[in-house]
């Protein structure tokens, strides 16, 4: 028989050694298991997954993994971390969402991955900075009649109250004129049905559709008020110039690439993902510019330099207008740090190495824009609202601060950011401008229940408003 040469041994024995590193190299982070799911009933993770998220930081270190309902998440915490969740190659964002975009609006994986880049981009185009400004008219426009509407004064809660001018304002703009209902009853359908979406989203992207059944409810209505409306959007010419909508762009891709059946359940998303945040926002920054005295007098103070005190007239906005008021748009930014989203999400396709660990290939990494912004090494006395550390952005050239994430980062950043700015920055404008505001109650608390999108309020506010004389 023979025998194995002394050089088979020295490098079988090499192998093993390289193994064996290899092996220390391959340790996944600390995993943190157990039948939790992902929401809902149960243990910590499901009761208040926003303080979960931090409190593991603390005890297992900068990058730990949660197992959940069979999907591992790991999130990264610390700068080498966020790196890789940016820049790495074998990270990518389509995978992480195309699941909950299947469950939440019923888009099959194939439709999805064909049309998401030239989706992505045509919004960016559409509502991105180069045509931004086109959006000033309408929206000031938009918001006046909705303003009407609610008479010289009276007192609402907040959240109702942003809701009444912003769901009309973006569904007019954004998919044609028009279409927000004007008769109360279908005003109140919507109100119902798109709140009820919204607040189960979370559960509705992670849970069979048969376990949600009154989410389920309400996402068939809004799918069902898209279907009956598409040959309408499609149609649809603006009066005043001929211009098309973002939805009848979108429409137009959908149908090239011979996708059309599932052009309602493209609307139901762009409504959820054009409204689920900037209502929240518009709520939270109406409500930190009230409970700010001197905030909100320096305010009142600008735009009665910009446009007067008669709060009766149907004043124009214009970008000059909006470059003179930055400390408004500073709030809002403020805002969006102290109530960011409590994810986002990004699939690992090739094994990474994060600090000692190696996370593998199928997890889902998860960064918390919310805890980044409490990190004082970017954000000193991170949970202070201070409007005034934005004067170091340069806003002009369309720069958040270091360390500000709360529109994604990356390839697919939010498309629609800047409109989301310039909306909410008129309308808090007018309404300023238009009408005295104080606030009844204190602001409630952020709820830590949500993990997907900016954080929502735990309890009620109410507004008081007034005209100005
Ligand atoms: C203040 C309000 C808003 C906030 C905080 C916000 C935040 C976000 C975040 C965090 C993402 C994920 C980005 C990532 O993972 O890197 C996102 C994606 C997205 N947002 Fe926004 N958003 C807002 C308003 C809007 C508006 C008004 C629209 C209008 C249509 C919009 C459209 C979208 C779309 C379509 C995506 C998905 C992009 C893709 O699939 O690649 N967002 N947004």
New binding site residues.
């Given amino acids: 028989m023979e025998l194995i040469s002394p050089t088979v041994i020295i490098i079988l024995g090499f192998l093993a050694l390289l193994l064996f590193f290899q092996r220390k190299n391959l340790r996944g982070p600390p995993c943190i298991r157990g039948w939790i799911p992902w929401i809902g009933a149960g243990f910590e993770f499901g009761k208040a997954p926003l303080e979960f998220i931090e409190k593991a930081r603390i005890k297992y270190g900068p990058v730990f993994t949660v197992f959940v309902m069979g999907t591992r998440m790991t999130f990264v915490t610390e700068e080498e971390g966020i790196n890789v969740f940016l820049k790495s190659k074998e990270i990518n964002?389509?995978l992480a969402?195309q699941k909950p975009v299947y469950r939440t609006a019923s888009i099959p994986k194939n439709t999805f991955l064909t049309l998401?880049e030239k989706?992505?981009v045509t919004?960016k185009g559409k509502?991105g900075t180069v045509n931004l400004y086109q959006f000033t008219g309408q929206l000031t426009e938009e918001l006046h009649e909705q303003l009407e509407k609610l008479g010289t004064h009276g007192t609402m809660e907040l959240s109702n109250f942003v809701r009444h001018l912003l769901y009309p304002v973006?569904v007019n703009i954004?998919f044609q004129k028009g279409l927000f209902p004007t008769n109360e009853r279908k005003i109140r359908e919507f109100h119902q049905h798109f709140q009820a979406y919204d607040e189960g989203f979370e559960y509705g992207s992670q849970m069979p559709e048969c376990l949600l059944s009154h989410w389920s409810k309400s996402k068939k209505w809004l799918l069902a008020l898209f279907e009956k409306n598409i040959p309408d959007i499609k149609t649809y010419r603006s009066a005043k110039d001929n211009s098309v909508t973002?939805m009848q762009t979108l429409l137009d891709i959908i149908e090239m690439e011979r996708n059309e059946e599932k052009s309602p359940n493209y609307g139901l998303?762009?409504l959820w993902?054009?409204?689920?945040?900037?209502v929240p926002?518009a709520f939270w920054t109406l409500g930190f510019v009230l409970s700010h005295p001197s905030v909100h007098k320096t305010i009142v103070e600008g735009i009665s330099s910009v446009f007067g005190t008669a709060g009766k007239d149907k004043i124009k906005v214009s970008e000059d207008d909006l470059k003179k008021l930055p400390l408004i748009r500073w709030c809002i930014l403020e805002t969006?740090r102290l109530r960011?989203?409590g994810i986002?999400?990004?699939k690992v396709m090739k094994p990474v190495q994060i600090l000692n660990y190696t996370v593998p290939s199928g997890d889902l990494l998860m960064v918390s824009?919310f805890w980044l912004h409490r990190n004082p090494k970017y954000f000193p006395e991170p949970e202070v609202f201070k409007p005034e550390r934005w004067k170091k952005a340069n806003l002009e050239k369309n720069a958040f601060l270091d360390g500000f994430?709360?529109?994604?980062?990356?390839k697919?950043?939010?498309?629609?950011?800047w409109?989301?700015?310039l909306?909410?920055q008129i309308c808090i404008i007018l309404i300023l401008y238009k009408y005295d505001c104080s606030l009844l109650d204190p602001l409630p608390k952020q709820s830590s229940l949500h993990l997907i999108?900016?954080q929502q309020p735990e309890g009620q506010c109410h507004i008081e408003f007034k005209q100005r004389k």
């Fill in positions: 964002f389509e969402v998401h989706l992505y919004i509502i973006s954004l973002l998303l762009i993902a054009s409204l689920s945040n900037a926002v969006l960011a989203p986002i999400t990004r824009p994430m709360a529109f994604g980062s990356g697919y950043q939010c498309p629609g950011r409109f989301a700015l909306q909410i999108g900016v």
